[in-house]
């Protein structure tokens, strides 16, 4: 079966301090891979998703990047987070085709301090 | 692309009753797909139910079901006999050829004993 891997669970880091969340999915090939964040008591707000390795789409300009080195691995990273960075970020997967569901990873919590 | 909109933040039910959540969206595809995700306290994403827009039959799951009114760009959740373990912020998603999930606000059930 399938799993997703996320970690770390739990973050605090300083302002201006690099960033990278990394998430690996397992007993899948070809993956589609998604970045989504979760404001306090909000919805969630997809930042990146990848087709392939290499394939990065971004959603929103922002202070983040993503990098899909491997078929299964996905990294969210920051060169210099700002306070507006804190908050709940999960990572996702699906089978690709149309109508697939997303199954997340247990998501990182993130405060910037 | 895509908008839902969940104009229930918070809704309450008691045990073994019956309740309804409601979710509007709005998209421009005429193939996509709905889903109704949970996420109880420990925050992981947990699927519900799915519906096929081009599926007429609303989609159940157990104790789940949908209403799904598609000339009226409505996809409601039923869960009958609630039970404590529902308690939840409960998410309306909406997908369509960009295979991305466009999530409404999320409601918070709380089951009240």
């Known amino acids: 079966s399938q799993t997703i891997h996320q970690w770390p669970a739990t973050l605090v880091q300083p302002v201006g301090s690099p960033l990278s969340l990394e998430c690996t999915v397992e007993?899948?090939?070809?993956?589609?891979l998604y970045w989504y964040r979760q404001a306090a008591g909000r919805g969630l707000q997809l930042l990146f998703y990848?087709?392939?390795?290499?394939?990065i789409s971004s959603e929103v300009p922002q202070n983040l990047s993503a990098s899909r080195p491997q078929d299964r691995q996905f990294i969210l990273s920051s060169k210099k987070l700002l306070l507006s960075d804190s908050g709940f970020y999960l990572c996702?997967?699906?089978?690709?085709?149309?109508?697939?569901?997303?199954?997340f990873g247990n998501g990182t919590r993130l405060t910037v301090t | 692309a895509q908008t839902v909109t969940q104009s229930q933040p918070e809704m309450s039910v008691q045990e073994a009753e019956t309740v309804t959540l409601s979710c509007t969206y709005d998209?421009?595809?005429?193939?996509?797909?709905l889903f109704w995700y949970k996420q109880p306290p420990s925050r992981q994403m947990i699927l519900v139910i799915r519906?096929?827009?081009?599926?007429?039959q609303n989609a159940t799951e157990n104790r789940f079901s949908v209403n799904f009114q598609k000339a009226a760009k409505s996809f409601s959740l039923k869960i009958s006999d609630s039970q404590l373990g529902d308690a939840a912020m409960y998410f309306c998603?909406?997908?369509?050829?960009?295979?991305?999930?466009?999530f409404g606000s999320g409601t918070q059930l709380t089951v009240l004993p």
């Open positions: 996702a997967w699906s089978s690709g085709p149309l109508g697939s569901p997303l199954h």
């Open positions: 007993g899948t090939s070809n993956p589609n």
């Open positions: 990848s087709v392939g390795i290499g394939q």
């Open positions: 998209t421009s595809e005429s193939d996509y797909y």
């Open positions: 519906q096929e827009a081009y599926k007429q």
């Open positions: 998603a909406c997908s369509g050829s960009a295979r991305q999930l466009t």
